[in-house]
């Protein structure tokens, strides 16, 4: 009898050993997988790449609206004029420099009246972009004229190393002295002319004149 309740203690203590360590297992392999599936499930998503700049290639023509006047006898090399561009800049169909986005440019050559052989000359580049809020400096063609001692106006447009674009626009102030130039060599040269009055030159508030870029210009979107 006694050796009986003694098997049937010795059954017990096995069975409930048994029964604790498979609990412990399965704690344990709830824990481990547990955190390693929330982890997995957690995971972000990637986020796509960001769209590329727009490249504006070298020799791409700027329209430009001057927001003041210029004029050879006040101004001077260094100087600083503001303006607007006067139309969307396209890159592959898209509009990589809206219009009406923020220029600055600065005067190279000012001489007024009889300072020079009896000439007046004006030479002004554009030197900086203004798009979506961010500053772009770019190297351009120069925009230019002179006004000789009788009265007669010549446009000008030199380049640096490269050839400068074509004149768009009238030189102000002088009436019917309008003139569309070809473009012309790096060392600069004479592009148009036209007979007109006055004895300075002057690029008037809200006349449209064309730069060409030097140099290509990495725009953001």
Do not use: H
Not at 178 to 186: D, S
Not at 189 to 194: D, I, N, R
Not at 205 to 219: C, D, G, H, N, W
């Amino acid at each position: 009898m006694n050796k009986k309740w003694a098997v049937f203690a010795l059954a017990a203590v096995l069975g409930l050993g048994a029964g604790c360590g498979k609990n412990e297992n399965s704690s344990n392999a709830t824990t481990e997988n547990g955190p390693a599936g929330s982890q997995q499930a957690a995971t972000p998503t990637p986020p796509p790449p960001p769209p590329k700049p727009f490249v504006v290639p070298a020799g791409t023509e700027i329209p430009v609206i001057l927001s003041s006047t210029i004029n050879s006898r006040e101004a001077k090399p260094g100087d600083e004029w503001q303006g607007s561009v006067a139309a969307d800049i396209l890159v592959d169909n898209e509009v990589a420099i809206p219009k009406g986005s923020g220029v600055t440019g600065t005067v190279v050559n000012a001489k007024k009246q009889g300072t020079f052989k009896g000439e007046a000359t004006l030479a002004v580049k554009l030197t900086r972009l203004e798009v979506r809020g961010k500053g772009y400096m770019v190297a351009s063609s120069t925009y230019g004229g002179t006004e000789k001692g009788k009265g007669k106006r010549t446009a000008v447009v030199t380049g640096g190393a490269a050839a400068a674009g074509a004149l768009i626009g009238g030189l102000a102030g002088g009436g019917k002295g309008a003139a569309i130039g070809a473009a012309v060599g790096g060392g600069g040269g004479l592009a148009a002319s036209g007979a007109t009055g006055g004895k300075n030159v002057q690029f008037s508030a809200e006349q449209r004149i064309t730069f060409k870029l030097e140099e290509a210009v990495t725009i953001e979107r």
